[in-house]
């Protein structure tokens, strides 16, 4: 479920107050922050894993801490708000999932790979189902195509985020994201057909 920039405003607030402390090195703050943002994370990664084939060996938690790590692996990072944050963490979440696919498939030499459920993203229906590679190949094709309507997939899809957030992160209007939005779902569903 998205979550409303609206709806948590002093959230909003002491999330983005932390960030820019725990990018500064505090320490304090960036442990405050794991507490505040870990749940959050959690919500977003049992959405994405409950779409993944029976079986997978990557929990949501496992997730989470790896995103985590990664997001606060690089030097300094300068977060500008919460749905900056949310949305980095959205793309590692991405690569993460990617990485852990091609792994498996390697492992089983060309077999079967995790797969997500598109739901609203791409599918009409909730049984429409793509690997996980495959939906990353698509969208490095979108992103060729339209770089923001990639964004917007990545962004909505993987951070939850809503159109207003997403409007706000990339600094154009929400009619816009919608419209993107639209025309990325379509040509997915195309290029999920052919």
């Known amino acids: 479920m998205p979550i409303s920039p609206h709806s948590r405003e002093g959230s909003v ?3 983005t107050a932390l960030l820019v ?5 505090n320490r304090e703050a960036e442990a405050r922050l794991i507490a505040k943002v870990y749940d959050e994370l959690r919500r977003i990664a049992k959405r994405l894993m409950a779409s993944e084939k029976a079986g997978h060996t990557l929990q ?27 949305a980095v963490a959205a793309q ?9 696919a091609r792994n498996r498939a390697t492992q089983k030499r060309g077999g079967t790979q995790c797969r997500v459920t598109l739901t609203d993203a791409v599918a009409s229906t909730e049984d429409h189902a793509i690997d996980t590679l495959a939906l990353n190949d698509l969208l490095d094709r979108l992103e060729a195509l339209s770089p923001r309507q990639a964004r917007v997939v990545e962004l ?32 997915l569903r195309i290029q999920l057909a052919s």
Not at 64 to 74: G, I, K, P, Q, S
């Open 21 to 25: 402390q725990s990018g500064s090195g």
């Open 60 to 86: 949501a938690s496992g997730l989470v801490n790896e995103a985590y790590l990664r997001l606060f692996d690089t030097p300094r990072m300068e977060w500008q708000s919460r749905a900056h944050f949310f």
């Open 156 to 187: 909505r899809y993987f951070g939850g985020l809503d159109c207003e957030e997403v409007a706000h992160l990339l600094k154009v209007s929400s009619k816009t994201v919608k419209r993107d939005w639209r025309m990325a779902r379509s040509w």
């Open 92 to 100: 590692q979440m991405r690569h993460i999932l990617v990485d852990h």
């Open 13 to 15: 607030e002491s999330i």
